[in-house]
Every structure is written in structure tokens, then in C-alpha cells.
């Protein structure tokens, strides 16, 4: 039978982000590759699972029929400005749900949620013959494979009845709210502030951006400092926020590929009740780690899914025999051909773990970054061999225009080398001598160093 996930699994997953000791709370050291690969502990503990077994191959005949039946009443799978159509989007909503009324939406999400309680391997399943019908998924890849996840592990009982199942049904979209225009790569440096009325409301000001989908969300969640007297990742907090208020402006960010995806977000004088904390007040950076780790997870072990996939780099290479014979054009196509190649097995093998109980650490990153450059160089290799007729297809006009935009999806490149480097690889960590300044202090310090 397939794994099933509970809701105590999923707070499992996400529970000790941020200790010292590691990532998930578990110590650097288990992460490194035994040197003696003869290890019978090593082996176990890092065996790829490559072969499906009968019951997720029954199940993936199962998707597949479904698939097959209701193909015609799907959308087309658009990218790029004709995906931002209303609606499209609309058409959208109406999958969205008719996937999640199917099972297919949220397949890791427990049934005490509304979800089938499946495995991550049945998600993949689910992903890979969507992509082979040519249909597209979720609308709100943001709500469904990110925060609904937070939520389930971190949101109260009342939190997760109110909100998940409109959620994974499309019925209210949702975003993310973390990045702001001052802060950089430094996501706890947000200065968005959240103060706490004598009531027990909390009053919101502060600015966001990069925002997807944020001009048609209906809630999102939103990092905010709440205590600027302690040290910046010590004073933040997680809020639940609705997008549709007249205390909220949402402006459109126009892309060089003519969309208008991402948004800056507003907040004046926002009020939100009590019940609007997910989470802990002052546990604000430990919730946003789990959001962190699921986009991360999200964009490494579904690239083939995403469209980046080497076969179909390789095609048009091949449709090109004077190129397809230069040795320079066949180096290039292969070297982010096995990038990406590295990148499916990594996820097979955090796959894997995952069936076997254990949790993906900080690696998540690395197969981000893997998979964001090699698409990059993809899109580089066809303009070069198609010239300006590139940017007459969609397809390629959106993925050169777009994927440089993911490279801070996520945590900007740098952050996630750093983040490697220190809790896989066991380095040196970075400098920090702002870690245990109160945030508050912080600018002062900038300024009074400027000026000496």
C-alpha cells in the first residue's frame, strides 16, 4: 500500500527547522558520503529507489485513465502573458478543483484535511502524467505545495478547517509575502512591522515584493517584525493576512516577458484578529524555513515536470545537423544535460528517504540552483542555434525571459551556497556579527560605521 501522511507527520517534517545542530535537527555530519562505500549501513541509508512497485504502478494506470477521460475538459497548458488572462485563470480554478475532487491535487495532504493521504512518490506519479497528457496542475502551486504544507504542520486545529480546503480546491488563492525591497537576500532583515493592540489585534504596515499571483490572491502569509528589540531572527512572526482589503494595494510588476506574475504589495494600517499567528508569536523564522524548504524541494524535484528537461533541449539540437555535429554545441548539451539528469536522481533519492521516514535536509538547495542554471544555459543553447526566431515561440520567449527571474526564487543563489556549504559540507560558517544584535540597534551601527 502506498505511504500515508498524517497531520503529525507533517509537523514531524518541518518541527526542528533552524536548531543548531543541523537542519531538521539533525546533526551536519550525517549528511557527508561515508568515504568506505562498502558500508551495508551506508548502503541502506542512501539506496535509490529507481522501480515502481505494484501498487504505484496501479496507481499511476489509475491517474492516467482519469487523465485520459476528462483530458478534453482540462485548459490549455499556457505559459507566459496568455496565462495571465482572467479567464484563463478562471478556467483554471474550475481544474484545480475538479483535480483536488479526483485526488490529484495535494497528494501528500492527509485525509483529516481534505487530502488522500498519499505519498511524495504518488505525488511525482501524479506530476509526470500530467505533464505527459499536457495538461497543466494546480493554479496555486504557492498554496497547495508550500504553504497548505505550513499550515498543516504549524496552523491550529481552527486554522487548518478554515482555510486548506478552499484552498486546495482553488476557491481562495493564496501567496507569499516575505521578500521586501530593503532587505536583499537577508530574508530576516524584513522591516514590515506588526504591532499588538490592547485587544489582542495586531496592526500591519510595510511593504512587499516579487509577490506571485498576488493580483488574485485572497489571503497570504506574511513575515513581519514584531519585537525589533531582539535580534532580527528572533523578533519575527507569521501572519495569515487577506489580500482583499482596502488596506491592502497590490501593484503589477511588468516582466521582460510582457506578464505581470509577481506584484508589490502594500499594507496600511492592516488589522487582523488574534487567530491571524501561525505559529508562535516570535517563532516567525522557524515557520518560514518550512515555507522555504518546500519551495526549494518544489522547484528541484519536479524540473522535468516544470518543462526542463533535457530530451527536449536535445531535440532541437537534433533537428539542426550542422549544429548537432559541432563538438562545442554537443558539449554545451551535454554538460546541462547531466546537470539536470543529477538533479532527477537527487530527487529519486530524497524521494526515498522520504519513504523511509526521513526528512531532505538543506541538499533541497542545491538541486534548486542545479536545476534554475541548467534551464538558463538550455535557453541560451536554443537562442544561439535558433537566433531571433527563438523569441517567436512562446515556449522559448518564456523560458529565457522567465527563468532568470528563479534565480532568486527561494533564497537568492549565494544564500543557498552558503547554506550548503556550512550545514552539508560541514564549513566554517559565515561571519555574523549582527546575530545577536537587537534588530533595532542594527541600523545605528550601519550608520555610525559609515561614518568612521
Same mark, same amino acid.
Request: include cysteine.
Given at each position: 500500500?502506498?505511504? =500515508? ?15 543548531? *545542530?543541523? !537542519? !531538521? ?9 561515508? #568515504? ?50 482572467? #479567464? ?7 481544474? /484545480? ?26 505525488? +511525482? ?7 505527459? #497528457? &499536457?495538461?497543466?496542475? @494546480? ?28 484552498? %486546495?480546491?482553488? *476557491?481562495?488563492? $493564496?501567496?507569499?509575502? !516575505? ?19 490592547? *485587544?489582542?489585534?495586531? @496592526? ?5 515584493? $516579487? ?11 506574511? %513575515? ?41 504589495? !502594500? ?12 505559529? /508562535? ?10 515555507? %522555504?524548504?518546500?519551495? =526549494? ?11 526542463? *528537461? ?5 531535440? +532541437? ?14 558539449? =554545451? ?9 543529477? @538533479? ?33 544555459? #538550455?535557453?541560451?543553447? @536554443? ?16 523560458? +529565457? ?38 534588530? &533595532? ?5 550601519? %550608520? ?5
Amino acid at each position: 500500500m502506498p505511504v =500515508r501522511w498524517s497531520v503529525n507527520q507533517y509537523r514531524l517534517a518541518v518541527g526542528p527547522i533552524g536548531k543548531r *545542530d543541523g !537542519f !531538521f535537527g539533525r546533526d551536519r555530519r550525517s549528511y557527508r558520503l561515508d #568515504a568506505d562505500h562498502r558500508s551495508e549501513s551506508h548502503s541502506r541509508r542512501h539506496k535509490l529507489h529507481l522501480t515502481e512497485s505494484l501498487a504505484q504502478s496501479s496507481y499511476r494506470q489509475h491517474v492516467r485513465e482519469w487523465l485520459e477521460a476528462h483530458q478534453r475538459e482540462a485548459p490549455e497548458n499556457l505559459r507566459g502573458v496568455s496565462a495571465g488572462d482572467p #479567464a484563463y485563470i478562471q478556467a483554471r480554478r474550475v481544474w /484545480q478543483r475538479q483535480l483536488a475532487t479526483a485526488g490529484l491535487a495535494g497528494v501528500t495532504w492527509p485525509i483529516e484535511v481534505g487530502g488522500p493521504g498519499l505519498g511524495p512518490v504518488e505525488q +511525482v506519479i501524479v506530476n509526470q502524467e500530467l505533464a505527459r #497528457a &499536457n495538461v497543466p496542475g @494546480v493554479l496555486d502551486g504557492v498554496g497547495v505545495d508550500m504553504l497548505g504544507p505550513t499550515i498543516i504542520a504549524y496552523g491550529t486545529p481552527e486554522q487548518r478547517t478554515r482555510y486548506l480546503s478552499p484552498l %486546495l480546491r482553488g *476557491d481562495e488563492i $493564496w501567496c507569499q509575502l !516575505f521578500s521586501e525591497p530593503a532587505a536583499g537576500s537577508d530574508l530576516a532583515a524584513v522591516q514590515t512591522r506588526a504591532r499588538q493592540e490592547g *485587544d489582542g489585534s495586531w @496592526v500591519i504596515n510595510g511593504q512587499k515584493v $516579487w509577490t506571485t499571483n498576488a493580483h488574485f490572491a485572497s489571503y497570504g502569509m506574511l %513575515l513581519a517584525r514584531t519585537d525589533p528589540d531582539k535580534p532580527k531572527h528572533k523578533g519575527l512572526t507569521m501572519f495569515i493576512v487577506p489580500i482583499r482589503s482596502d488596506r491592502v494595494t497590490v501593484r503589477g510588476l511588468r516582466q521582460i516577458s510582457g506578464e505581470s506574475e509577481f506584484n508589490e504589495v !502594500f499594507f496600511d494600517d492592516l488589522r487582523v484578529r488574534p487567530d491571524a499567528v501561525l505559529g /508562535q508569536v516570535g517563532e516567525g523564522w522557524r515557520v518560514a524555513l518550512a515555507v %522555504l524548504m518546500y519551495e =526549494r524541494m518544489s522547484i528541484g524535484v519536479n524540473a522535468g515536470d516544470m518543462g526542463y *528537461d533535457e530530451a527536449r533541449f536535445a531535440r +532541437v539540437v537534433a533537428e539542426h545537423v550542422d549544429a548537432s555535429r559541432d563538438p562545442l554545441v554537443r558539449s =554545451r548539451l551535454g554538460a546541462l544535460s547531466i546537470d539536470l539528469m543529477a @538533479v532527477r536522481l537527487s530527487g529519486y533519492r530524497a524521494l526515498s528517504a522520504l519513504e523511509r521516514g526521513q526528512i531532505p535536509g538543506p541538499e533541497a538547495g542545491l538541486a534548486k540552483i542545479s536545476t534554475v542554471n541548467a534551464a538558463i544555459a #538550455a535557453g541560451e543553447l @536554443v537562442v544561439d542555434l535558433l537566433g531571433l526566431d527563438a523569441l517567436q515561440e512562446e515556449q522559448w520567449a518564456h523560458l +529565457v525571459s522567465y527563468l532568470p527571474g528563479l534565480r532568486s526564487a527561494g533564497g537568492t543563489e549565494e544564500i543557498l551556497r552558503n547554506m550548503i556549504g556550512e550545514r552539508v559540507l560541514g564549513l566554517p560558517p559565515e561571519p555574523r556579527v549582527d546575530k545577536d544584535r537587537p534588530f &533595532n540597534k542594527l541600523k545605528a551601527d550601519e %550608520l555610525r560605521a559609515a561614518a568612521s
